[in-house]
């Protein structure tokens, strides 16, 4: 332990079973359920799931270990964490866990916004005969361009309010009453809820067709690396890993525990919800097309346009009980949003316990305040193209670089070996020597590829054609003033902990 670093008592997770589902509640999220379908959809079908479950064994449950390993020695968050391997890189914990609190959690917490709000339109089918229309032009009110920023949408920020509140109600009560509390039972019924919804999607006319184009393998597609660079981001995303959560998490962890199974379990829960996730959507998907007479591909959207406006669409269409799908759908968005949204909150409210002591109800309730209103610019007219920005530089910049970051800080400054002898000191079963190469070689070179690649597109063209002035204002802007306070943060002295 560096001299000067001292974070205290920590509060530990009541049960095993707490913590396992309080970190696949932090991975599962909206995405699983929109984003994960579409792209196994649109690289190759039941193809996809080679390079998506190499990358599953070769980045992310490597990755996984990794985190859970380096918060269970250290006990300490990201910060602290990387501030007992070296001091000189406590800041790389502070820009996780900033960019994470104040970038991806903001306007997170505003989709979440728009699912509770389709929560409750869904008792009526409120959204109407046309979805589209209303999602754009009724609800959102979109505007020209992200520089027309415009009015503050109300139902958004109604929504929005009653998120942020449920966000610091649960990492309010702490680890045990709060959090692990939340996700024995949000967990248990987000799988229920998922599992309804796809008995009751595979049963509809049309599913079939709907279930063979989501997984219909097509090996011609193998041959994109875009595929193999889809699948990585993919995982990388999903797992939530660099994004300095699952180390705060297993900081909570007893002195004995199964890092290495504990990590498998996690990974695969979340893909199997993915997997889970897919068949039922593209079900619903083979129905819509059944009913409109319409090859599949003219009915599936990607992201927020699936969400938003072609289940609406088809929920409206369905023979009985429409109203009650609608509920169940949107209710496992709200729950899986949730599980994630909390995560990003504990995170940085333990970097800054862990520094400065101030006490839990005081730094999440103003954590919480400020989340509130600094999510405020997303719920505008513009906020669509904001949130698409702003995501786009975070994960494509802000959590790539920091997971090549955290794997050099890791395999070659604190040395890979030093780790895992840890995790075969408090594990039952020992770890291969093979992971020490994955942490120092494999996964930041396929991790630099992602980068590259992604620059390459970058310079070529502007993202999605945004004015240039919109992405280094809005996007690089926001990955480098994140960065500039997290130095800030890092250069402040440690508060001594008084017992």
């Given at each position: 332990m560096k001299k000067g670093i001292t974070v205290g008592a920590r509060p530990q997770w009541n049960t095993h079973i707490g913590f396992l589902l309080a970190a696949i509640g932090s991975a599962i999220g909206l995405g699983n359920i929109w984003r994960?379908?579409?792209?196994?959809?649109?690289?190759?079908?039941?193809?996809?799931?080679?390079?998506?479950f190499l990358a599953l064994v070769i980045v992310g449950i490597p990755f996984m270990i990794l985190e859970i390993s380096l918060g269970h020695k250290m006990r300490g968050s990201a910060p602290a964490s990387y501030a007992r391997v070296s001091t000189r890189w406590e800041w790389l914990g502070w820009w996780q866990v900033l960019f994470v609190m104040f970038g991806i959690g903001l306007y997170y917490s505003v989709v979440i916004a728009w699912c509770f709000y389709y929560f409750l339109l869904s008792f009526g089918l409120n959204w109407g005969a046309d979805p589209n229309a209303f999602f754009f032009n009724d609800f959102l009110m979109i505007s020209e361009g992200p520089f027309e920023v415009g009015n503050i949408r109300l139902p958004v920020l109604f929504s929005l309010a009653v998120i942020w509140f449920l966000n610091w109600f649960i990492v309010f009560r702490g680890v045990e009453k709060g959090l692990e509390k939340a996700n024995k039972l949000f967990m248990p019924l987000l799988f229920l809820l998922i599992l309804i919804l796809m008995g009751w999607s595979i049963n509809l006319p049309g599913s079939s067709e709907g279930i063979s184009v989501y997984l219909k393998p097509d090996f011609e597609k193998l041959k994109d690396i875009g595929v193999w660079i889809d699948a990585v981001s993919q995982i990388f995303f999903t797992l939530s890993i660099a994004f300095g959560i699952l180390i705060t998490y297993?900081?909570?962890?007893?002195?004995?525990?199964?890092?290495?199974?504990?990590?498998?379990?996690?990974?695969?829960?979340?893909?199997?919800?993915?997997?889970?996730?897919?068949?039922?959507?593209?079900?619903?998907l083979g129905y819509m097309a059944h009913k409109l007479s319409l090859p599949i591909d003219k009915v599936v959207s990607k992201s927020i346009g699936l969400a938003f406006v072609v289940f609406p669409t088809a929920i409206g269409m369905l023979p009985a009980f429409s109203q009650l799908f609608g509920v169940l759908f949107f209710g496992c968005l709200v729950i899986a949003g949730l599980t994630s949204s909390v995560s990003i909150l504990e995170a940085f409210a333990s970097a800054t316990i862990d520094k400065f002591h101030y006490s839990r109800k005081t730094v999440v309730s103003v954590l919480a305040v400020a989340g509130f209103f600094g999510s405020i610019v997303f719920s505008t007219q513009g906020g669509l193209f904001w949130i698409d920005i702003v995501d786009h530089f975070l994960t494509q910049y802000g959590l790539v670089l920091g997971g090549i970051l955290e794997?050099?800080?890791?395999?070659?400054?604190?040395?890979?070996?030093?780790?895992?002898?840890?995790?075969?000191?408090?594990?039952?079963s020992r770890l291969l020597s093979w992971w020490d190469y994955a942490v120092k070689i494999v996964i930041p070179a396929?991790?630099?590829?992602?980068?590259?690649?992604?620059?390459?597109?970058?310079?070529?063209?502007?993202?999605?054609?945004?004015?240039?002035?919109?992405?280094?204002?809005?996007?690089?802007?926001?990955?480098i003033f994140t960065l500039f306070f997290a130095m800030i943060v890092a250069a402040r002295p440690w508060k001594d902990y008084q017992s």
């Open positions: 994960f379908p579409y792209l196994c959809y649109k690289n190759g079908g039941g193809a996809f799931l080679i390079p998506y297993a900081s909570y962890l007893p002195e004995k525990s199964q890092i290495a199974k504990d990590s498998v379990t996690i990974s695969i829960a979340n893909c199997s919800f993915s997997l889970i996730a897919g068949v039922g959507v593209f079900s619903v794997c050099i800080l890791i395999g070659w400054i604190y040395k890979a070996c030093v780790l895992r002898e840890h995790i075969d000191s408090v594990c039952q396929t991790l630099a590829v992602i980068l590259v690649n992604g620059f390459v597109k970058e310079v070529t063209s502007p993202y999605e054609g945004y004015p240039w002035l919109a992405i280094v204002l809005i996007g690089i802007d926001w990955v």
